[in-house]
């Protein structure tokens, strides 16, 4: 009997003993498990967080900073290169200047001069043929083209209005060109050496002693030709000018002449005029000019 229970005793502690162990075992194994599957997985969700953002916030910011500063400087540089003269010195000094370096450069251009007469009253002098013909050429009677070649400076005078030549004087600006309208003031010469003329000053052709190509013929100038033409002479004469009214076309960057046309009226009174032997006490003739510069060439 004694010995039948050692052995129970001795069969139960060892089913005890393997029952213990296989426990321990399998505690063992499942923390290492556990904690490599633990370490692995955040290590890829932490690669894949930070490289992401770090390429969207590089490039964007630079390209707008680039543009912007583009706009801003061309908007700038534009504004400033159109900018037209104000104020009658300014302008006047822009207009002068670009006459006068179309003489000084000797450009070519092409020169219209229309003339109208308007009434002409000389009595029994102007009922002479050849009178009437001399008078209208002297005075450019009808269309008159002149063609002035590069390298020459024959049927343009040099321009010099002041502020006090002018009631008005206007400048616009467009596509780089710069449009400027000016009202001259109405003049008038004597052939007794009295003279305020500022349509001398605008640059058309005018000067001294008889030239049919001179676009105003001033009180000096209808003296001369008549006392120097066989059988003719006059005691006095006055013109009057009126309504001048003056546009030119210039080129904004070189400040170059592109166009000018000058348009005005004038009046002409002769006291005691004389041909062979007609004789007039009082002759008058009034009569409107446009004058066209173009087609410049330097």
Do not use: H, W
């Not at 029952?19 to 490599?36: D, H, I, Q, R, Y």
């Amino acid at each position: 009997m004694k010995k039948v229970l050692a052995i129970i005793l001795a069969l139960a502690l060892t089913v005890g003993c393997v029952v213990f162990l296989a426990s321990c075992g399998n505690k063992t194994n499942e923390p290492e498990t556990t904690a490599a599957e633990t370490e692995a997985a955040p290590v890829e969700e932490t690669s894949e967080d930070v490289s992401a953002p770090a390429e969207e916030s590089t490039e964007a910011p630079a390209e707008e900073t680039t543009e912007e500063t583009t706009v801003e400087e061309t908007t700038e540089e534009t504004t400033e290169a159109k900018k037209a003269p104000e104020g009658k010195e300014e302008i006047l000094k822009v207009y002068n200047d670009a006459v006068n370096n179309a003489i000084n450069a000797k450009a070519g251009y092409n020169k219209t001069r229309v003339t109208n007469i308007q009434s002409l009253d000389g009595g029994a002098v102007l009922k002479i043929g050849i009178v009437q013909e001399t008078v209208n050429n002297f005075l450019g009677v009808g269309t008159k083209n002149y063609t002035n070649n590069k390298g020459k400076a024959d049927y343009m005078s040099k321009a010099s209005l002041s502020a006090s030549d002018v009631s008005s004087a206007t400048c616009t600006e467009k596509d780089g060109k710069y449009t400027i309208e000016l009202t001259v003031n109405n003049g008038s010469s004597t052939s007794g050496g009295s003279e305020y003329a500022p349509i001398n000053r605008t640059g058309i052709y005018v000067g001294t002693g008889d030239k049919s190509e001179f676009d105003y013929k001033s009180a000096p100038n209808i003296y001369y030709a008549l006392n120097n033409t066989d059988g003719a002479s006059v005691e006095s004469v006055k013109v009057d000018t009126s309504n001048v009214k003056v546009k030119a076309v210039v080129d904004a960057e070189t400040g170059n002449l592109e166009n000018l046309v000058v348009s005005f009226n004038f009046a002409a009174n002769l006291s005691n005029v004389k041909y062979t032997i007609a004789k007039v006490s009082t002759a008058t003739g009034r009569a409107d000019t446009t004058v066209t510069f173009k087609d410049f060439k330097y």
